[in-house]
């Protein structure tokens, strides 16, 4: 199970004071928590290219979302189906290249993968089908559709994946308007001011104040003014609404509408407010994903197969909810490098675990494949986690001392720098570089928000040697041979018009 920008803020599992999650609650009181699950390129497609490969972007070759996913590589997906498994993937796909590896694939296919909402275009094995209704709902209908009539003695193994929460946020119709009269937290950095931090943080588009538009986003245009301008975004995916639909969604919007044109809000008020109704609606879409979670569930116990099935839950990456006045993700801070990870299976995993070991998502991959008992290839980059979510969270005692991540889309949309670093237990280490040749420190346990910078810092300097010491050496380990990319750029050019994605 899959999400896309789905943050831990925003499941009550992890602590998150948003909204309860209460299907995605019981995966993990039931199984196993992972703390410290890391995304190695914190963007859609690379997060999924690593996933299915096991390996870092450098490897295989998807590094941006303007790249192309090579479908001939090798997949766990194609060693599960080798192995007879039946294979499977359902909504979100966003790697641009036909699926390979699959017994059964419909993927999303409109806003190049993207998908849509409301009335969402797929491509079903090849051919082009128009779905009625909300696209969560959707996916979770073919799901069990296909679960229903797959072939049932064979084993199965199915990717299940959500376009929620992704921008533009709407909800379900019996969503909207759920939270107009929520006032939510803010986080403590909303109003960050970068001080002591380089120019990668003070340079980003991502701001709540700037760079969320007040259509596409906000949703601040009415029937009429989307009707002078059928061109705008928003209505492009407005109109795909049925007409009760658009009864409703004029409605809800009305307040929001006229709160922003009558409220005269300016500097920090203003920001309050966009980032109420960017919860609003971010919430309310994650709101729909946790009770298609509990369909599938459902469906699985009533089948009986429930305990007999390894579920996993997490997202494609974290996400900005707020935090140091940002939305998206792309940074190797926190809140979007660390990504969501459940894992039920009564079997192996005993429940209300919880680890703080280090995992990345290339280790989905060996572990899929360790539990099937399937070899796992050389080539694999990851390690599979077997050792760790069958003994109650605990690492072994030669389990990795960091996370790596390396980030390649620059400039474009966001104008996140280009930058690599390694996240240990306790401390983060990041060299931004391209057109900057900027380095961070972070510690961890003191600084949990990342707001002071130790780099360079007397007082850590040998601390500082280490980190970059193991830099190296895990560089070196993932065979990451050009990190700043001096001899071959990865990809050329201005791309900070690349439509969204």
């Known amino acids: ?81 080798a192995a007879g ?104 950095t909303l109003f960050d001011t970068y001080e002591g931090r380089g120019r990668a943080a003070k340079e980003q588009d991502m701001s709540i104040e700037h760079t969320l538009t007040d259509d596409w986003d906000l949703k601040l245009l009415t029937r009429e003014e989307m009707l002078k301008d059928t061109t705008n975004r928003l209505y492009q995916v407005y109109k795909r609404m049925p007409a009760a639909v658009q009864d409703k969604w004029d409605s809800v919007y009305a307040q929001r509408i006229s709160e922003y044109r009558n409220g005269n809000l300016k500097g920090n008020a203003l920001i309050s407010w966009k980032y109420q109704q960017y919860m609003r609606d971010y919430l309310a879409t994650v709101v729909a994903v946790d009770e298609n979670i509990g369909r599938l569930l459902n469906y699985l116990e009533k089948t009986g197969e429930l305990d007999n099935t390894i579920i996993v839950y997490t997202s494609d990456q974290g996400f900005f909810l707020g935090e140091h006045g940002w939305f998206d993700k792309r940074f190797m801070y926190e809140e979007c490098q660390r990504m969501p990870m459940i894992v039920r299976y009564p079997k192996a995993i005993k429940a209300g675990s919880t680890s703080n070991a280090i995992a990345m998502n290339i280790d989905f991959a060996p ?32 389990w990795r001392k960091a996370a790596y991540y390396h980030y390649y889309e620059y400039p474009a949309e966001h104008s996140v ?75 050329k050019g201005d791309r900070r018009f690349m439509e969204n994605r």
């Open 417 to 491: 720098k280009r930058h690599y670093g390694i996240r240990t237990t306790d401390f983060k280490l990041i060299h931004f570089y391209n057109d900057v040749d900027e380095w961070e420190m972070y510690d961890m346990q003191n600084d949990p928000h990342e707001l002071n910078n130790l780099y360079g810092n007397p007082e850590y300097t040998a601390k500082q040697a280490e980190l970059m010491l193991l830099l190296k050496e895990v560089q070196e380990q993932y065979k990451d041979n050009d990190p700043d990319e001096r001899i071959t750029e990865l990809f």
């Open 1 to 81: 199970m899959m999400t896309d920008d789905h943050t831990t803020q925003a499941m009550s599992c992890y602590g998150g004071r948003l909204i309860q999650t209460p299907n995605m609650d019981r995966i993990a009181n039931e199984g196993i928590r992972m703390d410290n699950c890391y995304a190695v390129n914190a963007l859609s497609g690379p997060s999924r290219a690593c996933i299915l490969t096991g390996k870092f972007s450098h490897m295989n070759g998807f590094t941006d979302n303007a790249s192309t996913f090579d479908g001939s590589q090798q997949t766990f997906p194609k060693l599960l189906q």
């Open 367 to 398: 572990t899929f494949l360790d539990f099937a008992g399937v070899e796992i290839p050389d080539d694999i980059q990851g390690e599979s986690l077997k050792p760790v979510l069958t003994n109650e969270g605990n690492a072994p005692a030669d």
């Open 85 to 188: 498994y039946q294979t499977s993937v359902i909504g979100k796909w966003h790697l641009i290249t036909e699926p390979q590896g699959f017994d059964y694939w419909c993927i999303l296919s409109g806003q190049h993968e993207q998908g849509d909402y409301y009335n969402p275009d797929f491509i079903e094995n090849g051919k082009h089908v128009v779905e009625q209704g909300y696209v969560t709902d959707i996916v979770t209908d073919k799901a069990i559709e296909y679960l229903e009539h797959r072939d049932k003695s064979k084993p199965f193994c199915m990717m299940y994946h959500q376009k929620a929460p992704h921008r533009n946020w709407m909800p379900a119709p019996r969503h909207l308007g759920m939270f107009n009269n929520t006032t939510f937290p803010e986080p403590g």
